[in-house]
């Protein structure tokens, strides 16, 4: 699939407007985490060069189609123009008036930031009048918005049928990342994929067992495929309703030339908290009153030697319940034999998707990974497959 850049269009004196994920989390009334600001730098910072004026569309939250006071925009505008360092004016409204009394009002080489489109109910709905209000705020449209292309929402979907659209910066950074593991990778190629429930990684198993070579299993979800092997779990988090399910995944693996591992041994203990006392046992020897809480010290041993011989690596879910201490030994040590592996050069390593991110951040690995990607849900739905609609628009 192809798509127009930035760079194939003439921006010079036009209103761009660009979709961009401002869905940051907030702590007391703070940005508490600014990278999808950061990330969508690049984008304005060319459209500006380029002589265009950037109108922000974005949503934050899930507001319903109703206005909701707490998911405004505005209450984010200073952090963005600080990220930017451009002036940035808030419009109250997403469409109509508010646009175009920011645009008269904007200082040159400034940033329009639109107010929440989800405050209406046919961003969501992708109603056609309403994309139709939108597109009647600019010239271009840029979807810069990688981790909410999963949606055929109207600023997502909509607008790219309405105006000459292109994609941006992140979003292409984006896609070029996932294309390099998952495309035609280097190989051999490795997935690690973790997480609480095999339930809810199904279609993404089912398609990455056709494009990887070894897939590593951790997390709770694991543990069901112990079970499946008729090993006894103890009090382990496990589906057992997913054990057929489970098999059936093995068998599709074996019969398609990729390799599932699956820990060795296991830390496991008798209570779910931080410093709970714990003990390493081989992998089919939980004691019927313990949980398994990460995978062990062997296991990191075997996958490390894995990602020796890989040249690609893509990352979803930890190994183990990281949150807690000293439960995230297994996906720290694991994502730092990445991390060195790649800062070596020997590697291309993209991470990803929903607890992904937070788990490298807190092993300090994230920043020599090749790319770590903005998405949650958007990313998860590309490793399973499926098209994204916000991208398919574009093309
Ligand atoms: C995200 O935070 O994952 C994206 O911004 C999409 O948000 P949504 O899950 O509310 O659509
Ligand atoms: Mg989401």
């Given at each position: 699939?192809?798509?127009k850049?930035?760079d194939d269009?003439d921006?010079?004196?036009?209103?761009?407007?660009?979709?961009?994920?401002?869905?940051?989390?907030m702590?007391?009334?703070?940005?508490?985490?600014?990278?999808?600001i950061?990330?969508?730098?690049?984008t304005?910072?060319?459209i500006?060069a380029?002589?265009g004026?950037?109108?922000?569309?974005?949503?934050?939250?899930?507001?319903?189609?109703?206005v909701?006071?707490?998911?405004?925009l505005?209450q984010?505008v200073?952090?963005?123009?600080?990220?930017?360092?451009?002036?940035?004016?808030?419009?109250?409204?997403?469409?109509?008036?508010?646009?175009?009394?920011?645009?008269?009002d904007?200082?040159?080489?400034?940033?329009?930031?639109?107010?929440n489109?989800?405050?209406?109910?046919?961003?969501?709905?992708?109603?056609a009048?309403?994309?139709?209000?939108?597109?009647e705020?600019?010239?271009i449209?840029?979807?810069?918005?990688?981790?909410?292309?999963h949606?055929?929402?109207?600023?997502?979907?909509?607008l790219?049928?309405?105006?000459?659209?292109?994609?941006?910066?992140?979003?292409?950074?984006?896609?070029?990342?996932?294309?390099?593991?998952l495309?035609?990778?280097?190989?051999p190629?490795v997935?690690?994929?973790g997480?609480?429930?095999?339930?809810?990684?199904?279609?993404l198993?089912?398609?990455?067992?056709?494009?990887?070579?070894?897939?590593?299993?951790?997390?709770?979800?694991?543990?069901?495929f112990?079970?499946a092997?008729?090993?006894?779990?103890?009090?382990?988090?496990?589906?057992?309703?997913?054990?057929?399910?489970?098999?059936a995944?093995?068998?599709?693996?074996?019969g398609?030339?990729?390799?599932?591992h699956?820990?060795?041994?296991?830390?496991v203990?008798?209570?779910?908290?931080?410093?709970?006392?714990?003990?390493?046992?081989?992998?089919?020897?939980?004691?019927e009153?313990?949980?398994?809480?990460?995978?062990?010290?062997?296991?990191?041993?075997?996958?490390?030697?894995?990602f020796?011989?890989?040249?690609?690596?893509?990352?979803?879910?930890?190994?183990?319940?990281?949150?807690?201490?000293?439960?995230?030994?297994?996906?720290?040590?694991?994502?730092?034999?990445?991390?060195?592996?790649?800062?070596?050069?020997?590697?291309?390593?993209?991470?990803?998707?929903?607890d992904?991110?937070?788990?490298?951040?807190?092993?300090?690995?994230?920043?020599?990974?090749?790319?770590?990607?903005s998405?949650?849900?958007?990313?998860?739905?590309?490793l399973?497959?499926?098209?994204l609609?916000?991208?398919?628009?574009?093309?």
């Open positions: 699939m192809s798509w850049t930035l269009l921006l010079a004196g036009k209103v761009v407007l660009t979709r961009v994920d401002l869905n940051v989390p702590q007391d009334g703070a940005v508490s985490d600014a990278t999808r950061e990330r969508i730098v690049p304005v910072r060319d500006l380029a002589g004026t950037p109108v922000l569309l974005a949503h934050f939250g899930r507001p319903k189609g109703k909701v006071a707490d998911m405004s505005e984010i200073s952090t963005v123009e600080e990220h930017l360092g451009v002036p940035v004016r808030f419009a109250s409204d997403c469409i109509g008036a508010p646009v175009k009394d920011a645009l008269a904007l200082p040159d080489g400034g940033v329009v930031l639109a107010e489109t989800r405050f209406h109910p046919g961003e969501e709905q992708n109603d009048d309403f994309a139709k209000a939108l597109a705020g600019g010239d449209y840029c979807n810069d918005a990688f981790s909410a292309a949606r055929a929402h109207a600023s997502t979907e909509g790219a049928r309405l105006l000459p659209s292109c994609a941006g910066r992140l979003m292409a950074e984006e896609l070029g990342a996932l294309q390099a593991v495309g035609d990778p280097p190989r190629v997935a690690v994929v997480g609480a429930k095999v339930s809810t990684k199904l279609d198993l089912g398609n990455l067992i056709d494009r990887m070579d070894h897939i590593v299993i951790g997390g709770g979800m694991a543990n069901t112990l079970a092997q008729g090993i006894d779990v103890g009090k382990s988090l496990c589906e057992h309703d997913m054990t057929d399910t489970a098999r995944i093995m068998d599709k693996a074996n398609s030339g990729c390799t599932l699956l820990p060795v041994d296991v830390v203990a008798r209570e779910f908290k931080a410093g709970a006392e714990s003990e390493t046992v081989a992998a089919n020897a939980c004691p009153d313990a949980m398994i809480l990460d995978a062990g010290p062997e296991t990191v041993r075997a996958v490390a030697e894995l020796g011989q890989a040249k690609a690596v893509v990352w979803n879910g930890p190994l183990g319940a990281f949150e807690i201490e000293p439960f995230h030994a297994a996906t720290k040590a694991a994502a730092l034999t990445v991390a060195e592996l790649t800062r070596e050069g020997r590697l291309v390593s993209v991470a990803g998707g929903g992904t991110v937070a788990a490298l951040n807190i092993s300090g690995a994230a920043d020599h990974f090749t790319y770590v990607s998405a949650g849900g958007a990313f998860l739905e590309w399973e497959g499926k098209t609609p916000g991208v398919a628009a574009l093309g």
